[in-house]
T-cell receptor, first 112, second 114 residues
Framework: DGGITQSPKYLFRKEGQNVTLSCEQN?????MYWYRQDPGQGLRLIYYSQIVNDFQKGDIAEGYSVSREKKESFPLTVTSAQKNPTAFYLCASSIGDRGEQYFGPGTRLTVT | SQQGEEDPQALSIQEGENATMNCSYKTSINNLQWYRQNSGRGLVHLILIRSNEREKHSGRLRVTLDTSKKSSSLLITASRAADTASYFCATDANLPEYGNKLVFGAGTILRVKS
């Protein structure tokens, strides 16, 4: 089965702790993306990567970090510097950088 | 940077009726895409329409694009309870400051009552 997997589905952390969200794809897509979704709102881009070992900040990158060491993997770290980290996080990938995006099932992060 | 805005914010219809959602955007675009999201899940791509296209069909979906008005509409015909979801438009802006990325609107919540 080809697709994007995100783990875990639910994640709970204490304030002040860093946490890493996993995103893996076996679609052989070059581009990968991380979005944040808050209740009743659309998606906001955190980071994106068009190729291995390269990534760019999106609209709300502060308090987040990423790496792209392998084509298949694009983990997102939510650091303690992120002021309001509780949200639904979605990972996506695409063949090129202008076509349709394929989304994972999401990770709901709750920080207390 | 909110590029696309959907209208209405929420829509409630009876099964069998048609549902129309609208999207307005601000800049020149390469393409516009529509996605569906079931509650608590990831987004699913529905349809992509390029800036030089005016209408596109896929099954019960019909999308129109009016670049002069910077607007698009998504029509779902003969709706079913399973169509209940949030629908988002996303624009691929044709401007350097937007880079190679999609910008999503806030979405329309569609509820189809059986």
């Amino acid at each position: 089965d080809g697709g994007i997997t995100q783990s875990p589905k639910y994640l709970f952390r204490k304030e002040g702790q860093n946490v890493t969200l996993s995103c893996e794809q076996n679609l052989n897509h070059d581009a990968m993306y991380w979005y944040r979704q808050d209740p009743g709102q659309g998606l906001r881009l955190i980071y994106y990567s068009q190729i291995v070992n390269d990534f760019q900040k999106g609209d709300i990158a502060e308090g987040y970090s990423v790496s792209r060491e392998k084509k298949e993997s694009f983990p997102l770290t939510v650091t303690s510097a992120q002021k309001n980290p509780t949200a639904f996080y979605l990972c996506a990938s695409s063949i090129g950088d202008r076509g349709e995006q394929y989304f994972g099932p999401g990770t709901r992060l709750t920080v207390t | 940077s909110q590029q696309g805005e959907e209208d209405p914010q929420a829509l409630s219809i009876q099964e069998g009726e048609n549902a129309t959602m609208n999207c307005s955007y601000k800049t020149s675009i390469n393409n516009l895409q529509w996605y569906r999201q079931n509650s608590g899940r990831g987004l699913v791509h529905l349809i992509l329409i390029r800036s030089n296209e005016r209408e596109k069909h896929s099954g019960r979906l019909r999308v129109t694009l009016d670049t002069s008005k910077k607007s698009s509409s998504l029509l779902i015909t003969a709706s079913r309870a399973a169509d209940t979801a949030s629908y988002f438009c996303a624009t691929d802006a044709n401007l350097p400051e937007y880079g190679n990325k999609l910008v999503f609107g806030a979405g329309t919540i569609l509820r189809v009552k059986s």
